[in-house]
């Protein structure tokens, strides 16, 4: 749990009170090139677990996005789960990632059936 200072500073005359984390005082000084994320990266649908890997922990990286050749998310690559299994012996360095890739759901959205029965809904809830 962090501490709060609190203090008072007058400026033009006019009190002001002020708390502060102790914590920040960290940040004092840092520019926003040091507080940012690196950039954000996705790997084709064709590309290798084991240039996947390498860039993954080139780039600090635990999820991968897999993107298709329209650049479409297709699903994205559990890094950790994949490495155990290559070293498991259960993955061949030359596979395809979308072998090992957790697919995105699609297709219709769920209707809601309460909606779609109408009438039925209606005297339902006017029993309930």
Not at 5 to 23: D, F, P, R
Not at 32 to 55: C, G, K
Not at 92 to 107: A, H, I, Q, S, W
């Amino acid at each position: 749990m962090a501490s709060t200072i609190a203090g008072t500073s007058t400026v033009n005359g006019i009190q002001e009170s002020s708390t502060c984390t102790l914590g920040a005082h960290k940040y004092r000084g840092a520019v926003v090139e040091d507080l940012q994320l690196p950039p954000a990266f996705a790997l084709p649908q064709s590309e290798t677990i084991a240039r996947a890997i390498d860039l993954a922990y080139d780039r600090d990286f635990s999820h991968i996005p897999i993107l298709s050749g329209e650049r479409k998310p297709l699903g994205y690559l559990d890094v950790s789960a994949l490495k155990t299994k290559w070293e498991a012996g259960q993955a061949d360095p030359n596979d395809n990632v979308l072998k090992y890739m957790t697919k995105f759901r699609r297709g219709p959205a769920q209707t809601n059936n309460l909606f779609a029965l109408g009438e039925f809904c209606a005297l339902y809830l006017e029993v309930f």
